[in-house]
């Protein structure tokens, strides 16, 4: 298992990296990890490491680990309607919201295919600002929304916060450009107008076949909510629009048209 095709999904907080993991996860053939580069088991290695061969190694490693947070074992994250029977693998799949800066690295990595999941920022950041695991209510968003400084504190592999978000929009994109047969852009308004015809063709993409398993998953966790800020059940009929102030929402929409990002808003 150590030697199977790795598929990475990338995307900057509250851009639905999440729901997606799990709509591969739903694929029987799948083995999937969680947040593996930023678990306890493997942030040192991943900090420390230089080359591709070194992530390589670590991939290995991730495909072969007992961690319980990366196998999401124990508490909400063993949910019933997250388990899902299981085949033998012919893909390790992992997901991840930071991290993002080694992509051009993992490339280089034959048996690596990576994904860029891009959300609307204003949806971004006003899910951001609505987490409270992510977003102190104390902080101030109107100075935090755009580098997110008290959440991000410097560190690379972190992308909160606007430019954070901008930062990982044009990581993804040089990664398209640059390998269009192995890296693919995955717009989350795309995915929430048609799920199934999204998925379908993102997965023959990459390999994975398209089961009756993640067609019910996609179904089930598109149609009632579990009112959980953090969950995977969202009723796509009762999505509010971004809840941010009007400067905030301005600097954004101006910025997105001066740096050609305009396309990912929803």
């Not at 998925?199 to 998953?217: D, I, R, Y």
């Amino acid at each position: 298992m150590s030697d199977l095709p790795v598929i990475g999904l990338h995307g900057a907080p509250r851009s639905g990296t999440t729901w997606i993991g799990q709509i591969f996860n739903s694929a029987p053939e799948v083995a999937f990890r969680f947040q593996p580069f930023f678990a306890h088991a493997f942030r040192p290695r991943v900090d420390a490491a230089t080359s591709a061969a070194d992530l390589d190694q670590i991939l290995k490693d991730i495909a072969a680990t007992d961690d319980d947070f990366i196998l999401q074992r124990g508490g909400k994250v063993a949910d019933k309607d997250l388990a899902f029977a299981k085949s033998a693998p012919s893909h390790l799949v992992y997901k991840e919201a930071r991290y993002h800066h080694l992509l051009p690295t993992l490339m280089e990595i034959p048996r690596f295919q990576g994904v860029g999941i891009i959300r609307d920022p204003l949806e971004a950041l006003s899910s951001w600002r609505a987490a409270p695991r992510e977003f102190d209510p104390a902080w101030d968003f109107g100075a935090e929304w755009r580098e997110a400084g008290l959440k991000n504190s410097g560190r690379i592999e972190e992308f909160f916060g606007y430019a954070g978000w901008k930062r990982a929009a044009l990581i993804f994109q040089d990664m398209a450009a640059r390998h269009p047969d192995r890296f693919r852009i995955l717009r989350y308004g795309d995915l929430t107008a048609d799920p199934v015809g999204v998925v379908s063709a993102l997965f023959g993409f990459l390999g994975v076949g398209m089961s009756e398993q993640t067609a019910t998953f996609l179904g089930r966790s598109t149609s009632r909510d579990d009112g959980d800020t953090y969950g995977v059940f969202r009723d796509l009929s009762r999505r509010a629009a971004p809840d941010l102030p009007d400067a905030v929402r301005q600097a954004v929409l101006e910025d997105v048209a001066r740096c050609d990002l305009a396309t990912y808003l929803a």
